[in-house]
T-cell receptor, first 112, second 117 residues
């Protein structure tokens, strides 16, 4: 099975930097995803890590440490539109099907 | 038109009624999924399908059934709806993961909000 843990809620100030952590326990790890979901909307893909290290994509970066079962999503230069839920999803070896299992999500509130 | 279209977007029904949620996609993906989202519980997988003849149960399939009518269509049915099936339902599609470690990114529909009274 898989166990994924991330904080329920975080708050930050516009223009600041915020780090959203995700820890996981899984067998047959095959990649970790971050999705963004605005209230009432569909999740959209942000990033994917399968090897250790940092992946940078504009204002967003994602880090993975497979030995520690740990990832974080780093958001820089926060904007009001970044207020959303951020979903960590881990892809294990589910009978070879590579279907990601989602954590409960972190609700990020950005205030002026 | 959206890549993944879900109908209806909102539905209110009564306990015991049969409900069908429909999903169609223009991505050309073989893989389709139904997830359910509840506040504080995240997205949970109900059923998934790798092609028309390959349908599999997810972690919370009890009380649900699915039909893959074509590569582009995957519907979810609640044979006899109950109040604890009130939730936001998402259909998603993905391509095959490349070489086992490539990303198979999920593309989600806009969601179907179901309320069972």
């Amino acid at each position: 099975g898989q166990n994924i843990d991330q904080p329920t809620e975080m708050t930050a100030t516009e223009g600041a930097i915020v780090q959203i952590n995700c820890t996981y326990q899984t067998s047959g790890f095959n990649g970790l995803f971050w999705y963004q979901q605005h209230a009432g909307e569909a999740p959209t893909f942000l990033s994917y890590n399968v090897l250790d290290g940092l992946e940078e994509k504009g204002r967003f970066s994602s880090f993975l440490s497979r030995s520690k079962g740990y990832s974080y999503l780093l958001l820089k230069e926060l904007q009001m539109k970044d207020s959303a839920s951020y979903l960590c999803a881990v892809r294990g070896d589910r009978r070879g099907s590579y279907i990601p299992t989602f954590g409960r999500g972190t609700s990020l509130i950005v205030h002026p | 038109d959206a890549d993944v279209t879900q109908t209806p977007r909102n539905r209110i029904t009564k306990t015991g009624k049969r409900i069908m949620l429909e999903c169609s996609q223009t991505k050309g993906h073989d893989r389709m999924y139904w997830y359910r989202q509840d506040p504080g519980l995240g997205l949970r997988l109900i059923y998934y399908s790798f092609d028309v003849k390959d349908i599999n149960k997810g972690e919370i399939s009890d009380g649900y059934s699915v039909s893959r009518q074509a590569q582009a269509k995957f519907s979810l049915s609640l044979e006899s709806a109950i109040p604890n099936q009130t939730a936001l339902y998402f259909c998603a599609t993905s391509d095959l993961p490349t070489q086992g470690t490539g990303a198979n990114v999920l593309t989600f529909g806009a969601g179907s909000r179901l309320t069972v009274l």
